[in-house]
């Protein structure tokens, strides 16, 4: 970590762009906000834009704007995050689940910093810093035709790898005392203190979800505590061992890497038929999907349904359906 500290202040001072790498969770956020507020860009806008999170034609019109007319609902033009983040910087995340289409457009941006907007011919030029992240091997999808090569290193001027949490373990005492002092104070607690017990299950769990995990799980401790002490009977099952985890690729993963689990742990139990095959596939990836979310957002149905995009009567039905519910 002091590493990656010594690489953001390095390289805020200048103007290139930079690659974030590292599983979710390990703060790639924060890093590309330090290397904006460590910029002579600090003044301007801090634009955050989650790739992973919207269709191609959503996110085309979310990054580069639209004009009216350009597609059913476009009744107002819109500025795009892109133009929003002039003479400031852009933090794509996620960026590896965006299309071919886009990264041409993207790759455009970088090199000339000019594009369209959706549905019109004017160009727009803009002055802005590109900050992007992969929570995947880039080089890796690169090789297998699924990111544009240009593309790649037009990005990667300073890639910065942000280690999992498992490997610097030594950090763990020192973010879970910041996580008490911060939900202590946000939910009107007291909570300073950490058992021996309590200490030992966080230093010896593999964290797959990384620092966030270990943020919910602070989180819930502080809430659900009655004294001035975290005890290991307010952690979770899986700190303790009682419940399976999830393995880092699980946890926080798209729906291509969660299909990829599963079929790689077989499916023994289906039989020749290839639909019956794929719906097997699909359910089985699904309730994957509801659980391990379900997990990270400590089992709150409003929290879970907001990070995965959908109406919480229908995250309720699907629940119920995999009988998840608790």
């Known amino acids: 970590m002091q590493e990656v500290y010594r690489l953001t202040r390095r390289v805020a001072r200048s103007n290139a762009s930079v690659l974030l790498l590292g599983e979710s969770g390990t703060g790639k956020e924060l890093i ?5 507020r460590l910029s002579d860009r600090a003044g301007g806008p801090f634009v955050r834009v989650n790739c992973g999170a919207l269709s191609e034609s ?39 689940s965006t299309t071919p289409h886009l990264q041409v457009k993207l790759l455009r941006v970088l090199q000339e910093r000019e594009f ?43 890639s910065i790898p942000l280690p999992p949490l498992r490997n610097r373990r030594e950090d763990i005492p020192e973010l879970v005392h910041f996580f008490l002092r911060h939900y202590s104070e946000a939910n009107e607690r007291f909570v300073v203190h950490v058992h021996p017990a309590a200490r030992q299950a966080l230093q ?7 620092v966030r995990e270990l943020q919910n799980y602070i989180e819930r401790a502080v809430v659900l505590a009655e004294t001035d002490e975290l005890t290991v009977e307010l952690l979770p099952p899986v700190v303790l061992g009682k419940q399976p985890a999830p393995s880092s690729r699980l946890l926080g993963a798209n729906l291509e890497t969660l299909t990829s689990a599963v079929v790689q742990q077989g499916l023994s139990s289906c039989g020749p038929d290839e639909d019956s095959l794929h719906a097997k596939i699909v359910n089985r990836v699904e309730k994957e999907l509801l659980a391990q979310v379900m997990l990270t957002c400590n089992n709150v149905q409003i929290k879970a349904a907001k990070r995965l995009g959908i109406n919480r009567n229908t995250l309720h039905k699907k629940l119920k359906e995999y009988d998840l519910e608790n």
């Open 116 to 158: 369209e907007r959706v549905g019109d011919t004017n160009t727009v030029r803009v002055d802005t810093r590109v900050i992007a992240a992969s929570n995947r091997d880039l080089l890796g999808l690169v090789h297998d035709d699924k990111f544009r090569e240009d593309l790649y290193w037009r990005l990667n001027v300073v």
């Open 204 to 210: 010896e769990y593999h964290w797959p979800g990384n």
């Open 32 to 36: 590309a906000s330090a290397v904006h």
């Open 58 to 96: 959503l996110l085309e019109s979310e990054l580069f704007g639209h004009v009216r007319g350009a597609f059913t609902g476009a009744i107002n033009n819109r500025t795009g995050r892109f133009e929003a983040a002039h003479f400031g910087t852009i933090f794509l995340d996620e960026i590896n």
